[in-house]
């Protein structure tokens, strides 16, 4: 079976699945969850194995299908692998299964629909990062809305039709000016090449007039930054955090805020390369503005759940951060980083929902000590906590480091030649965002885990034999990548080479100049 | 002047609808209305036939006939077979409700419906001034009395006499300017109409007396046919007659008859009038702008659904317009997808209300509360209705969207295709609303007894033809290609 198959394989099981559940018995839950854990786990298997299978040192698309689609609008189903989303589409099918495997206590009713969903949204998640025809990629990007709506809008809290009504408008406000950028890219590069096209490869050929580059970039600015959420698009996120499911959540922190970033990474920055640089300063001072301006807000929060989801926003600056260096460090430390930020809110976003499924409570004033009362939880807790204060040996400190790294080395030349100052002091500050999640991490575990024991109703029960195998093998991913990060950073090595080549090559426009 | 036979062969769907439906008319005479089901089943034999000739007298290429008073081209075929279509479905939608309400009279419904498509066939094959009108009172006139055809339902009445008057109204202004027309040019036929104005000489000189005269013209023309298809300011008919007819009827004017005002409206601005475009474009763009933002607003606040649905409609017509205000073929086509889609998306969502009515009729945001509970299937359905309503891919409601907007911008009007999406965002809430209240809220009243078969299978179909053509978009858009 060829590669390019299989690929195809992993994008559509989850439909498949989705088609599927319906067709259960009405009556008994356990078949729909079954079903549902098994299409994840086999696509689970499936990208390991292509992974393995995946050449490093090999520039461009691997077991890529291209077959025409919407051929009066040059539109191609068109997906594949390269070293820029080989860790995302990784990370995406390791948080499936676990995500089954951590919804079976949480979701009670309308079981039957969630799995649906949950499946769908998997589709769409990886659809998004394997598509290379921007047209296709705006087909997916949008499909994850409805999903998402619903999960958090029929499963979530008391809140939950606030939260979900705010969470889609944002996005879908965000999306539409995307739409018209991506109508005007594609009628631009049919003008250029006389035929319709909406292929990465050909918008990236575009050479497009600075101001209409500003306009295009400033529509795609807007829906990514509204997604990463970058200060002050945020306001959504701990509202749809807070209330979402779960299992909700861990998708949410674990997977779509990555599309953002992911996003900038492969539209905004190569597609209108001159405009970017432009708003460089712009943009990474919002990422530093986040990562500061969260930190401080996780610093403050008195529920666990915003806690994490303020921590998510800081996290992600650094992603932005890293991509806006315009280093191979960096570029490679930003996906590291989006890897390392699924890897580590999604556990502690399981571990949340973990205690309020015990006690019905996510204050931190009402818990303490609990390190006494459930010694594994506590284990668990600490170890997602060090990796997302990012202690060395996890994967956080290998997404960090690399990122200022990059943010460094990127700044310097301009502070020795005398000509900015600016870059050096953003990523200064930007290390100081390290030091202010020690210190929301560390408040969070000490009245968590430590001090007299207390909790609402009584001593909770220790986590479950499925509780601590969805945690040990998130672990066990941070630790990997923390401890033995080179076969990955291989793998994605030639892509960030050549990515970065694409960015720096002096374009006709600036030759011009 | 010679006399020729017509070719009558071109028009022998025409016929056959006028001959079975005064046939149906004779027949409903001397059988009980209780047979509804022989009713029922030759109403649909009618449309199925009207289809078959549609097809069979289909011409290769652009044809003629009745002194130039008609006109067989693709367009028409394109046109005619979905009116047929969704009117077949949309009797197959009502067929239950009729059945569970004895006291409306059946037989009349019926034949005002085949008179209807009979007209619509003729507004949508008319090829001069002169049959445009016909086709168009034949369609009112029977839209009306469908309207009033509840009549023991004091809201019904009254919504037929408002549309019937501003109708009445809009038909005399729609004639004024055909009359103006043909003060200036002298002619009825939409042909030598446009070979007039395609002579350079004979366009009028900009502050012209001649100029003036086709301003009046023109604005005349657009009142009435901006009225026609709910246009803003012209709307004021819209919600009333939507939420006042029984349901059927609002779908079949939901959804059906905008086809028609469609064709009115491609065959008299563009085949007509096509070379004033930049006289009659700054007047459709206000229309547009102005039914997208009060459509989308307005809706917001509604609390009945066909009210909701009659506020859409007016924003959908406003996307419509701004396609045709692009004046280009692309956006003539993007008019036509547009609406073929909307229709489609309109009927499916009045059959699920129709499909929830027992004894009581569904038409409240309260009947949809829930829903999920009790009938997961057509809540999913209406799901997908809504959503391509609001626009979101991969539906087949996003690529008319999209359609337009491709046509907006290759014309440069950024401005406009901003506005347009802004204001689908905002419609986007509303549509939402709808999800929400069937998945997020927990029902009030007990469950409504299972729809019949047919409906459901028919409405499966509706929405699932939504994502399979959202799915491969290009079939459909073959189809409406070819046309232009």
New interface residues.
Partial sequence: MSEAVVLNLVLWLPVVGALLIPLLPRERDAPVYTLAFAVMLVQLLLVIWLFVRFESGVSGLQFATQIP????WGVAYHIGLDGLNLLLVLLTALLGPLVVAGAVRTITH?VK?FYAMLLVLQFAMLGTFLAQNLFLF??FW??M??PM??II??WGGER??YA??KF??YT??GS??M??AV??L??AAHAAQGAPSFAFSDLYALELALPVQTLLLLAFTLAFLIKIPSIPLHTWLPDAHVEAPSPGSVMLAGVLLKMGAYGFLKLGLPMLPEAAKLFTPVLMSLAVASIIYGALLAWVQDDIKKIVAYSSISHMGYVMLGLLSYELLGIQGAIMQMVSHGLISAGLFFMVGMLYERTHHRELAVFGGLAKWMPVYALFFMLLALASVGLPTTSGFTGEFLVLLGAFYGAWPAFVQGESHYALILASLAVLGVILGALYMLRLVRRLLFGPAQAPGGQPADLSRRERMILATLVLAIFTLGIYPKPFLHKTEQAALDYQRLLLEPTPAQEGL | MTFELPDFSLAAAELWLLTLGCALLMLAVFVSAQRHTLLYGLSQFTLAGALGWVWWSAPESRSLTFNHHYVADDLATLLKSAVLLLTAVSLIYTRSYLERRPHLPRAEFYVLILFAVLGMFIMISAHSLLTLYLGLELLALCLYALVALNREHPPALEAAMKFFVLGALASGLLLYGMSIVYGLTGTLELHTLAAHLSDPASLPDPGSLTHLAWGFALTFLLVGLAFKLGAVPFHAWVPDVYEGAMTPVTLFIGSVSKLAALALVLRLLIEGLGALAVDWQGMLMILAVLSLTLGNLAAIAQHNLKRMLAYSTIAHIGFVTLALFAATPAGYHAALFYILVYALTAAGAFGVLLALSGEHEAQTLDDLQGLNHHHPWLAFLMLVLMASMAGLPPLLGFYAKLIVLQALLDQGHLALALYAVIFSVIGAFYYLRVIKRMYFDTPTHAATPRPARDLTLALSLNGLLLIALGLLPGLLLALTHAVF
């Fill in positions: 689609w919407i051929a009066a309308s629909l705006y087909l949008e499909a809305l409805i709506f619903l809008g029929i939950r039709i979900t009504v889609v408008l879908a406000f539409i000016f739409l018209v109508i005007y594609g009628l």
